[in-house]
């Protein structure tokens, strides 16, 4: 295979041409078509997406700042949860746990 274009695909659940890296994607020709037609759209997606590149490993630092991110996530789930329940006993945190392990949780 062809390392420096191995990212590019077509996705047989939707017919189109996709990146795997950048995610774009593009509709080949309507069928039927003349092979020379397809081959010339399959060339233009890949001079287009040839160049992508999968984002470099991150950093330690770049990782603690994500990981602070989802500190920040957290506090703002148990001060919102808090603030909604008027309290600060202890029931309130019980509950604060149950709410926070929920996987189907609503966005607000």
Not at 58 to 69: D, H, K, L, P, Q
């Amino acid at each position: 295979m062809n390392e420096d274009i191995d990212h590019l695909v077509i996705d047989t659940k939707t017919g189109k041409f996709k990146c795997e890296i950048c995610g774009e994607e593009d509709s080949p020709p309507i069928m039927p078509v003349p092979i020379d037609t397809l081959i010339e759209a399959m060339d233009h997606f890949t001079s287009q997406h040839r160049a992508c590149k999968p984002p470099a490993e991150a950093v330690m630092s770049e990782y603690i700042r994500g990981f602070n991110s989802g500190f920040e996530f957290v506090l703002h789930e148990v001060e919102n949860y808090i603030t909604k329940a008027n309290s600060h006993d202890a029931m309130v945190l019980v509950q604060l746990l149950s709410h926070l392990k929920m996987e189907d949780k609503p966005n607000e």
